[in-house]
């Protein structure tokens, strides 16, 4: 069993949708990330947090410690949202283990 | 610079030629982290420097990967007798604060190399 689960690995969504995208741990971490890939390759980072809720425009990230579980959530879907979803997660250590990411396609 | 910068963003060599692959950080930038990213694959860790030492060294995959970088500059991954498994992106990212920091990574525009 991988470190960090996500789901669903792919999501087919219309404009305008609210998509949530799950992430799982089986570790103790000081951090969670989540991070966005283009699909020329380009990674950003999205949000970075440890506890409770983060906003940022149509994004919100939250984060649950006592169940090891985080959701990414987009409101208002447009097709320039559609992009690789990665999760990933700090421990004690310095490195981040990652999710395997959700391709998600947002169409007209 | 403004970010990440990798070089080159393209590398094709031939099996059991040596590559170097170069990361200029965010000035100002502590740590340094070189990832991979194998085709339909997730993104592995491979290494993490905090300014010129590598306190985590435990992604490498093996003996023919080593990297090292330049106070809290440049850094180089280097492949030796490269293998045709070494295909991929390879990403740099780096970040402001010390290990157990809480710090977004930046990352740059990866390095991706074909091992024909």
């Known amino acids: 069993k991988n470190e960090v689960e996500q789901s669903p690995q792919n999501l087919t969504a219309q404009e305008g949708e609210f998509i949530t995208i799950n992430c799982s741990y089986s570790?103790?971490?000081?951090?969670l990330h989540w991070l966005q890939q283009h699909p020329g390759g380009g990674i950003v980072s999205l949000f970075m947090?440890?506890?409770g809720k983060k906003k940022h425009g149509r994004l919100i990230a939250t984060i649950n410690i006592q169940e090891k579980h985080s959701s990414l959530h987009i409101t208002a879907s447009h097709p320039r949202d559609s992009a690789v979803y990665i999760c990933?997660?700090?421990?004690?250590?310095?490195?981040?283990?990652f999710g395997t990411g959700t391709r998600l396609q947002v169409t007209l | 610079g403004a970010g990440v910068s990798q070089s080159p963003s393209n590398k094709v060599t031939e099996k059991g030629k040596d590559v170097e692959l170069r990361c200029d950080p965010i000035?100002?930038?502590?740590?340094l982290y070189w990832y991979r990213q194998r085709l339909g694959q997730g993104l592995e860790f491979l290494i993490y420097?905090?300014?010129?030492?590598?306190?985590?060294k435990s992604g490498l995959p093996s003996d023919r990967f080593s990297a090292e970088r330049t106070g809290e500059s440049v850094s180089t991954l280097t492949i030796q007798r490269t293998q045709q498994e070494d295909s991929a992106v390879y990403l740099c990212?780096?970040?402001?604060?010390?290990?157990?920091?809480?710090?977004?990574?930046?990352f740059g525009p990866g390095t991706r190399l074909t091992v024909l």
């Open positions: 420097f905090q300014g010129n030492s590598a306190p985590d």
């Open positions: 000035s100002g930038h502590t740590a």
């Open positions: 947090l440890s506890s």
């Open positions: 990933a997660v700090r421990g004690t250590a310095s490195k981040l283990t």
């Open positions: 570790v103790g971490i000081s951090a």
């Open positions: 990212a780096s970040s402001l604060m010390p290990a157990g920091g809480q710090d977004t990574q930046y």
